[in-house]
């Protein structure tokens, strides 16, 4: 089979490196470029790509002066496919990619996450050995880690005891008051909540699910927050039991009511998030923006109605 031509090499090169641009973690490129052609043209490597005008990669190797040997003559020369082996575009590649990649991100970005790379350490510390970086939390550890890896790959190395520390410790860092793993009594019932957040007159009961992407369907999820918003509505009605929410579900002399929001949390991927009138169910990846722009979804929710008694209130 013939070799490929320096063109086709040239070619194989400019689409190596948009692919590489357009899957890459966006921390590794500047901001300013929006696709692998624009990083390619931002870089004078766009349509003229590969060019012998270009600086480096597409230049033809220098032809290298004939020894006079007579052995060495009667050698017929290169064929132009020859000079641009495997190995050479591979050296070549590399050598455009560090002109626009921080170097000690590449190395950060190229190496495959596996479990043992985690240490846990005693005091809730973590420590990540390829980096040899530690960090006094998870929410820390998640959050550096998250700017090289994909949530769902991170995910896949905690526990779920750690995946509803995880979204705690998010929580508590945005001025929620947060606390994980509540657990009541109704008759002939026993009832767990992974975590309850609140904030002002908003608290959120949230299941945490580190369902496997073939697992996630859309009946499951509606069944997940149904089932939590159940829960709760049995849990308001347990007045014996609220104090055991710690400062949850404590009287605020300005606030009449507190809204009950259900809130489903996946560590997985999903296409789109789930809302119905119960409740609404994302992925994690999806959190921080869930956090942040709350009133648009609580415009459509329908929560719970929490009211405190008339004696702890401002009238």
């Known amino acids: 089979m013939a070799l490929p031509t320096a063109e086709q090499w040239r070619a194989r090169i400019q689409k190596k490196l948009v692919i590489v641009m357009e899957y890459a973690p966006p921390e590794i490129y500047p901001t300013n470029f929006q696709s692998g052609l624009d990083l390619l043209q931002g870089h004078g490597l766009g349509n003229d790509f590969g060019k012998e005008s270009d600086n480096g990669l597409g230049k033809e190797p220098r032809k290298e002066t004939p020894k006079k040997s007579t052995k060495e003559s009667r050698k017929e020369p290169k064929k132009e496919s020859e000079k641009w082996s495997g190995k050479k575009l591979d050296k070549e590649l590399g050598k455009e990619l560090k002109k626009f990649i921080p170097s000690n991100t590449t190395k950060r970005a190229l190496k495959k996450f596996v479990n043992k790379d985690l240490l846990r350490q005693d005091g809730g510390g973590y420590m990540f050995i390829p980096w040899g970086t530690n960090y006094s939390s998870l929410f820390d550890t998640v959050q550096d880690l998250a700017s090289f890896y994909p949530y769902t790959e991170i995910f896949t190395h905690l526990s779920w005891q750690e995946y509803e520390i995880l979204i705690t410790q998010a929580l508590n860092g945005l001025g929620y008051d947060a606390f994980r793993t509540f657990r009541f009594k109704s008759p002939g019932h026993r009832f767990e909540i992974d975590c309850v957040a609140r904030n002002n007159r908003h608290v959120l009961f949230i299941d945490a699910k580190r369902w496997k992407n073939a697992t996630i369907s859309r009946t499951g999820l509606i069944q997940a927050i149904k089932q939590q918003h159940k829960r709760v509505s049995t849990l308001i009605t347990m007045t014996d ?4 929410c710690g400062s ?4 605020d002399p300005h606030i009449p009511k507190l809204e009950l929001y259900i809130l489903v949390l996946v560590a997985s991927d999903m296409a789109e998030n789930l809302i119905i009138p119960e409740g609404v169910a994302l992925p994690f990846a999806r959190f921080n ?8 979804f609580a415009d459509i929710l329908s929560p719970i109605e929490y009211y405190f008694p008339e004696s702890t209130r401002i009238n």
């Open 248 to 251: 949850i579900f404590k009287p």
């Open 289 to 296: 923006h869930f956090l942040n722009n709350f009133h648009e």
């Open 241 to 244: 039991q609220l104090a055991s």
